[in-house]
């Protein structure tokens, strides 16, 4: 059974116990992403990276320091990463912040906020 740190992880990943853990010890580096678009068109993207080696880390779109200028971080256990993903995960952010901030202007202009 997996630690209860790993729960928001796995959920993320959209696997479950031995599923989660197998690919948590791949050798390999990978992540997964999760995008939920709730009925007012707010998104919320998460992605949940692993080593390859047991190691896991999450990163979440919600920043409440620097709003949509920044993300959340959390390690579970030691994870390490290369310099070239986490430049790969952060340029992907970026790009995915930025697709729904336009889509809040646009759902604002059509007055689904008012």
């Not at 997964?32 to 190691?55: H, M, Q």
């Not at 620097?66 to 310099?83: L, N, P, Q, R, Y």
């Amino acid at each position: 059974m997996m630690p209860e740190d790993y729960r928001e992880a796995m959920s993320i990943a959209g696997l479950e116990g031995q599923k989660f853990y197998d690919w948590t010890q791949t050798f390999k580096p990978d992540y997964k992403e999760r995008l939920i678009i709730d009925s007012e068109g707010c998104r919320e993207f998460n992605l949940v990276y692993t080593d390859g080696d047991g190691g896991v880390m999450v990163f979440n779109n919600y920043s409440e320091i620097f709003d949509d200028k920044g993300i959340t971080m959390s390690v579970v256990g030691e994870c390490e990463i290369a310099f070239e993903h986490v430049r790969d995960i952060i340029e992907y952010m970026e790009d995915e912040m930025e697709r729904m901030a336009k889509a809040l202007d646009e759902a604002d202009e059509r007055g689904v906020f008012s």
